[in-house]
């Protein structure tokens, strides 16, 4: 199983970057895909959320609008555009896979978002 994040990196305040996350090793669209976020010495937050057949989204208050989840069952693949992005976005960013049941569940390694000027 393995969950490989990528699309990460500098940006100027302002900014866009896409991240990208691709899963192999189970079955894709039965699991509900979300984004993570963690800043040094703060807790990891729940930044995206995403079901199984894309039928219903959820966003953390601090992204709302400017942030935009999606994924793509057939290359196994969960996207996070993030937009007007500021320094308090800059953090690791994780995906997360959740079998709709709950029955298992796995993280991401991280990507890096440095937002700065």
């Known amino acids: 199983v393995q969950l490989v994040e990528s699309g990460g990196g500098l940006v100027q305040p302002g900014g866009s970057l896409r991240l990208s996350c691709t899963a192999s090793?189970?079955?894709?669209?039965?699991?509900?895909m979300s984004w993570y976020r963690q800043a040094p010495g703060k807790e990891r937050e729940l930044v995206a959320a995403?079901?199984?057949?894309?039928?219903?989204?959820n966003y953390a208050d601090s992204v709302k609008g400017r942030f935009t989840i999606s994924r793509d069952n057939a290359k196994n693949t969960v996207y996070l555009q993030m937009n007007s992005l500021s320094p308090e976005d800059t953090a690791v960013y994780l995906c997360?896979?959740?079998?709709?049941?709950?029955?298992?569940?796995?993280w991401g390694q991280g990507t890096q978002v440095t937002v700065s000027s």
């Open positions: 997360y896979a959740r079998h709709r049941d709950f029955s298992s569940d796995y």
């Open positions: 090793g189970f079955t894709f669209n039965y699991y509900a």
């Open positions: 995403i079901s199984s057949r894309s039928s219903s989204t």
